[in-house]
């Protein structure tokens, strides 16, 4: 026998030997998934009614908990991205461990009387507090001048909440040439104030009036910018309170 024939038998043999050896590979393989399926099956077989019935029910409140999870993950994401976006929209300061959140106010407003509450978060606390701010221009052709309001009405939804004020606590401004003046008062909101800006919320507007008692007074229609202004402060309150 040649070389040539003894080489080419060598690799006859290799190439036989590697078909029986991976036609026995598969073959095993087969017979293992088959063995393996007929475990599963005679364990299916095996299980009472009522063992599958629980199995089931497992199943079931563990799909209901992950739905849970993923939609309380959602609405902290939701709450957070709101909280930014009215964050943004508001300037902050600190003082003594205490944020203020305030919308961005004209000093000099068209003349009037207006309502802007704000709120107060840190050191454990949270709360809405108000200011009722009064700007006087001598153009103004109502002329009411000097007001020195020691009451505040709103009126919305059909209700008025009426406010005392301390007058001892009244801020006042006036321009060096008297062109203009200002009167403000700076208040912790309490539940009347706050049903009241709930109020306000639910019909959409209102109006107010500040004047002082058996004097003058100054009447005031909450824009819509102020009333989404008011809904902006109640909902990042909300926010702020549960954290």
């Not at 994401?77 to 959140?101: H, I, Q």
């Not at 001598?138 to 009451?151: E, M, N, V």
Request: glycine share 6%; charged share 30%; net charge neutral.
């Amino acid at each position: 026998m040649t070389k040539r024939n003894l080489i080419i038998g060598a690799v006859a043999v290799y190439l036989c030997i590697m078909v029986v050896g991976g036609a026995a590979y598969y073959y095993f393989d087969q017979q293992q998934k088959l063995q393996q399926e007929q475990l599963q099956a005679e364990k299916l077989r095996e299980k009472t009614p009522e063992e599958l019935e629980r199995e089931a029910q497992r199943a079931r409140e563990e799909e209901i908990r992950r739905q849970e999870e993923a939609k309380a993950k959602a609405a902290a994401e939701a709450k957070e991205k709101k909280s930014r976006e009215l964050k943004d929209s508001m300037s902050a300061e600190t003082v003594g461990g205490m944020t203020y959140y305030r919308h961005r106010w004209p000093k000099k407003p068209e003349p009037g009387v207006y309502l802007r509450p704000f709120v107060i978060a840190g050191n454990g606390k949270c709360m809405i507090a108000y200011d009722v701010y009064y700007y006087y221009h001598i153009s103004d052709p109502l002329q009411t001048a000097w007001i020195k309001g020691d009451h505040l009405d709103i009126v919305a939804g059909g209700q008025t909440t009426t406010i005392a004020f301390d007058p001892s606590k009244l801020n006042k401004h006036m321009a060096s040439d008297a062109e203009w003046l200002t009167e403000s008062y700076s208040l912790n909101a309490n539940k009347a104030v706050v049903d009241a800006f709930k109020r306000i919320l639910s019909v959409g507007g209102g109006y107010i009036v500040y004047y002082k008692s058996g004097g003058k007074s100054r009447r005031h229609e909450l824009s819509a910018v102020e009333t989404k202004r008011i809904r902006e402060i109640m909902e990042l309150y909300e926010i702020l309170a549960e954290e």
